[in-house]
């Protein structure tokens, strides 16, 4: 029996020097891999600096970004700006939130102040018996009292009827009370055309009703006329539905505003 010939070995490298070689490139594309992201990383952080750079202003004047031949030291001076530059802003958020809260103690401050007065006032129409002729209301600047413009004139007109001075009366005692306050009173209309010998319109007679009754205070009380101030807002600011016979006659009204000391001119000026 004839002897079988051995086979050659493979001509060429060993084996174990493709797997090694395989090694190697996925080493190489993995330090290369890495390499790409550091870059991006740094473009980006280049692009941050150059858009808060112009947009702020917070670099120095005419400085680029990390760069153009600077040294890595230019980056971390730039990242110490930054830094002062958050902590700016930080201090001047509190200092913001700081006034807010001011403000919000200061009108709380005042809408319990409000408060108070529109108790007392409630009170004193209660006393005067007359709690059912006015409503009482407030907010944080003043306190109002509303009066049907029905009971104090006749339509058309800006004259106060005879059977309503007992009513401005017992107005004029409570607001004796409130002497160092400012005292507003608007006239309101509803928004029916008006048109005779002495008014021309809604706004002028809103503004004489207004003034009749200013000027009947004032000579009732010993308030200061330079606190008391009167207004014609024709049908401007309703309070009701004008297209139907009750809202138009709950437009006609006179409103007093008693502001509190928050809203009033300090004594003294």
Not at 6 to 16: H, L
Not at 112 to 130: H, L, N, P, R, T
Not at 197 to 224: C, F, G, P
Request: aromatic fraction near 8%; glycine fraction near 6%; hydrophobic fraction near 35%.
């Amino acid at each position: 029996m004839a002897r079988q010939k051995k086979e050659d070995p493979p001509k060429g490298s060993a084996p174990w020097m493709n797997t090694f070689a395989d090694l190697m490139n996925l080493l190489l594309c993995f330090f290369v891999l890495l390499f790409s992201m550091s870059t991006v990383d740094a473009e980006k952080f280049e692009m941050v600096i150059a858009s808060l750079q112009s947009s702020f202003s917070i670099l120095p004047s005419g400085g680029a970004s990390i760069g153009d031949g600077q040294m890595i030291s230019a980056g971390v001076s730039q990242l110490e700006l930054l830094d002062e530059y958050y902590k700016k802003q930080a201090n001047s958020t509190d200092t913001q939130e700081s006034e807010e809260n001011i403000k919000e103690a200061y009108e709380q401050e005042a809408l319990d102040e409000s408060e108070k007065m529109a108790e007392q006032v409630e009170q004193q129409a209660q006393e005067e018996g007359i709690q059912n002729q006015v409503e009482v209301d407030f907010n944080a600047q003043y306190v109002l009292i509303t009066l049907n413009g029905a009971l104090l004139f006749d339509s058309g007109s800006a004259d106060i009827r005879e059977d309503a001075y007992p009513l401005v009366d017992k107005i004029s005692n409570i607001l004796s009370q409130y002497d160092k306050n400012m005292i507003d009173i608007e006239g309101h209309t509803d928004n029916v055309p008006i048109h005779n010998q002495k008014y021309e319109d809604n706004d002028v007679l809103s503004m004489h009703r207004a003034l009749t009754v200013a000027d009947y205070i004032r000579e009732k009380t010993d308030l200061d006329p330079g606190l008391i101030k009167s207004s014609g807002r024709g049908d401007y600011v309703p309070v009701a539905d004008n297209s139907t016979p009750e809202g138009r006659a709950i437009n006609r009204r006179v409103e007093v505003k008693i502001y509190n000391s928050y809203n009033s001119p300090a004594q003294g000026e």
